[in-house]
C-alpha cells in the first residue's frame, strides 16, 4: 500500500518556528490530497491543513497566517510550516493523504494512509 513517514517535531519556545515533513512510498498512481491534522491530549484529532494536488490549500481558523502547508509532487512529500508557535499548538501532529495505488493484483484501489505522528510541543 502507501506508507507516510513524518518528521521533524519537537521542542521549540513560544513563538518559535517548527517545519514538518512527510514523504509517501509505495506503489502510488496518484495522490490527490495531502493533509496534517493534529491530537493534543483529552481532544479529538482535528484538521490543520490541507493541500490538493493542484496546490489549493486551507487551513484552519486557529493556524491561519502562522502555519503554510506545501507539497513536493516529484518527491511525493509535503511539508507544514509553522511560525509564531502558540503552546496551544502543542499536540502529535499526523500526516495524511489520499489517492490512488495498484494493488497486488494490479488493480486500480483508493488509499487513505496515516503517519505515525510525531510530536510537537510549544513551551511558554
Known amino acids: 500500500q502507501v506508507q507516510l513517514v513524518e518528521s521533524g517535531g519537537g521542542l521549540v519556545q513560544a513563538g518559535g518556528s517548527l517545519r514538518l515533513s512527510c514523504a509517501a512510498s509505495?506503489?502510488?498512481?496518484?495522490?490527490?490530497?495531502m493533509a496534517w491534522y493534529r491530537q493534543a491530549p483529552g481532544k479529538q484529532r482535528e484538521l490543520v491543513a490541507v493541500?490538493?494536488?493542484?496546490?489549493?490549500?486551507n487551513y484552519a481558523d486557529s493556524v491561519k497566517g502562522r502555519f503554510t502547508i506545501s507539497r513536493d509532487n516529484a518527491k511525493n512529500t509535503v511539508y507544514l510550516q509553522m511560525n509564531s508557535l502558540k503552546p496551544e499548538d502543542t499536540a502529535v501532529y499526523y500526516c495524511?493523504?489520499?489517492?490512488?495505488?495498484?494493488?497486488?493484483?494490479?488493480?486500480?484501489?483508493?488509499?487513505?494512509?496515516w503517519g505515525q505522528g510525531t510530536q510537537v510541543t510549544v513551551s511558554s
Open positions: 509505495g506503489s502510488m498512481l496518484s495522490i490527490n490530497a
Open positions: 495524511n493523504a489520499v489517492g490512488t495505488y495498484v494493488s497486488g493484483s494490479f488493480a486500480r484501489e483508493g488509499f487513505r494512509s
Open positions: 493541500i490538493t494536488s493542484g496546490g489549493s490549500t
